[in-house]
């Protein structure tokens, strides 16, 4: 697959990712990075970002690193830990690893940290391979 092509497919093509203001810093096979800036509407009551947020761009990141293999995937499992919290202003880095490539599950471990290297939480995916290629899905995106 043309990396262009995915890049755009992982980043623009993702209107949840898009919403939250996530963006593609890195893909490669079985890895990925992704990023995003803490912003106000990100916060919880208690004034820090929400939990679904650092969720949200470990899945995402994960679903990205899945995607470097060619076929569009659904998440079955994740686990996530939380370390610390970011602050308003802060960019968070989420990296997805591959760590066990199935025929049609693949496990990734996920690190959050932010713009000064600090880990703020760990995590594991387990997505499952739907065996469509994501240029199929790509071509259907176009002619809807």
Known sequence: ????????????????????????????????????????????STGIPHGGVYLSIADSCAGTAMASLGNTAVTCATSYNYFKSARVGDTIFAEAKMIKEGGRMCVFNIDIKDQHGNLLGNGSSTLFNTGRKIEDRIKEMKSQ
């Open 1 to 44: 697959m043309d990396l262009k092509q995915l890049w755009k497919y992982c980043s623009d093509d993702n209107a949840f990712g898009v919403k939250l203001g996530f963006e593609v810093e890195e893909i490669r096979r079985g890895y990925a990075v992704l990023k995003k800036t803490i912003l106000e509407d990100d916060l919880n």
